[in-house]
């Protein structure tokens, strides 16, 4: 793992929610609800020491609720998510078992069920769709790519339309952007550099011309992930470990936040570890309405 300085990211996110007003309704005794719909990221994936990916208390829906949760007198967070869902099993089920059937029935049934009591929607979906186009290390399969960023926003449509006519109007509904995991390829060698930033490329169109338009659509704004973690930050360079000694910045924060840069057992792993869930919270804190 990288051994450059953490970013002091938690004083700004301290400032951000003592700025934020209160989303909660004051004076209601009854429980409120902060429901958490997506993949492996909603969960909380990390790897134990074997390299098992296990669910974890410790993932970006954790730590915003615990952000938030003294906005309110009683708040509940229900985490709905699947590790390894695309937008067609979100849709169709067959991954995770649900009462409904699958994970959009089940969270639409919730939030029918408790219309007025839920406070915020997040989710975050697709990135699962695109990760089966990857072929080997540092190769991806570009007419896979493609298409798939059409079946993606197809998908996400139906997911969102769902959320929204089955949530009350003003429950904010919050979706984000993804990290890139394949950026960790620039470690490897002059090949791994060129598709770092080939993925890089890859990633933007995904990010901003496939799942931004469709959030749009809906009027649901995006955390920023891809932001946070700066992903498109080439020319910073930072101090890193030998044999490397400098690298660019976003390389370096994938390494610092995920899995990627671990030696086996534990990783490679494309999952956030701990502070990397945080950044995702902080980043669904700054994009609440």
């Known amino acids: ?106 969270a639409v049934k919730f939030l029918r069920a408790h219309k007025d009591k ?20 540092n190769d991806i399969d570009l007419p896979c790519f493609f298409n798939t960023l059409g079946l993606v926003a197809s998908n996400l449509e139906i997911i969102l339309d769902a959320l929204k006519q089955a949530a009350d109007p003003g429950t904010p509904i919050i979706g984000m952007n993804y990290y890139n995991t394949f950026l960790a390829s620039w470690l490897t060698g002059m090949d791994g550099m060129a598709f770092a930033m080939q993925s890089a490329s890859l990633a933007n169109l995904f990010n901003n011309d496939t799942l931004a ?32 000694y400098m690298v660019p910045l976003n390389v370096a924060l994938i390494c610092q936040w995920t899995y990627m840069c671990v030696p086996p057992p534990i990783g490679p792993n494309i999952h956030a570890n701990p502070d990397g869930y945080g950044i995702i919270a902080g980043a669904f804190l700054a994009a609440l309405p």
């Open 1 to 106: 793992m990288t051994t450059i300085k953490k970013l002091n990211h938690y004083s700004w996110l301290i400032l951000l929610m003592l700025a934020l007003p209160a989303i909660g309704v004051a004076g209601n005794n009854g429980v409120r609800y902060y429901v958490s719909v997506g993949t492996s990221l909603s969960v909380g994936i990390q790897p134990d020491f074997d390299g098992v990916n296990q669910r974890t208390d410790e993932g970006y829906p954790d730590q915003l609720f615990s952000m938030i949760e003294p906005q309110f007198r009683k708040i509940r967070l229900v985490k709905l998510g699947c590790p390894g869902e695309t937008t067609t099993t979100m849709i169709e089920g067959g991954l995770c078992k649900y009462p409904k059937g699958s994970q959009l029935t089940e």
């Open 213 to 244: 338009p469709v959030y749009s659509r809906f009027d649901i704004p995006v955390a920023d992930v891809a932001g946070a973690f700066q992903s498109d930050d080439f020319m910073t360079e930072v101090p890193f470990p030998p044999p490397y």
């Open 118 to 137: 839920v406070e915020l929607v997040t989710i975050d979906m697709g990135v699962n769709d695109l990760l089966a186009c990857v072929d080997g290390a």
